[in-house]
């Protein structure tokens, strides 16, 4: 895909999340600089099984590994079970990423694999992960007075 100037080549392993798959998963795991891990916003299940996965993808890769959690069926709009609040709540918590979406109405998937490609190491200098990772850093001077006399003289205060 292309974000900004530059080429970023995804290489995507989709892995079963059924239980008898489940001993494979730590090989995957492993070698991916990414994991996605998705739930379905109609089974509040699925939601809370996302605990047990984000724990194994962070016992086996530490902070090296950028997790993402997904609210897939967003379409399911009457039989949502889970708030966006409440996953922005967990996402926050645990210190992953979160993108609601919808696979059949192919809401946001492309904003999903933006959002990890821009999250990648090197990425950093782009200006659309800028934004969102900004910091509000106010330099307050012990000096009212030559902050002022700065600010008027056209100075910058930093
Ligand atoms: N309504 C709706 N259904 C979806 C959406 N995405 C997937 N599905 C359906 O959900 C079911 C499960 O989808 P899968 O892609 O097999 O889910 P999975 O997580 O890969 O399942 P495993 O490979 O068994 O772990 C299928 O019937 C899909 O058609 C979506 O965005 N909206
Ligand atoms: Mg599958």
Excluded: H
Excluded at 52 to 68: A, M
Excluded at 118 to 135: F, I, N, R, W, Y
Excluded at 136 to 144: E, W
């Amino acid at each position: 895909m292309y974000l900004e100037d530059r080429t970023v080549r995804l290489q995507l392993w989709d892995t079963a999340g059924q239980e008898r798959f489940r001993s494979l998963i730590p090989s995957y795991i492993r070698d991916s600089s990414v994991a996605v891990i998705v739930y379905d916003v109609a089974s509040r299940q699925s939601f809370l099984n996302t605990t047990k996965w984000i724990d194994e993808v962070r016992t086996e890769r530490g902070s090296d590994v950028i997790v993402v959690l997904v609210g897939n069926k967003t379409d399911l709009v009457d039989k949502r079970q889970v708030s966006i609040e409440e996953a922005e709540a967990k996402a926050r918590e645990l210190s992953v990423m979160f993108i609601e979406t919808s696979a059949k109405a192919g809401f946001n998937i492309k904003a999903l694999f933006r959002k990890i490609a821009a999250a990648l190491p090197g990425m950093e200098t782009l200006s659309s992960t800028k934004q969102e990772d900004m910091v509000d850093v106010n330099l307050k001077s012990s000096n009212a007075n030559s902050s002022l006399a700065q600010q008027q003289s056209g100075g910058c205060s930093c």
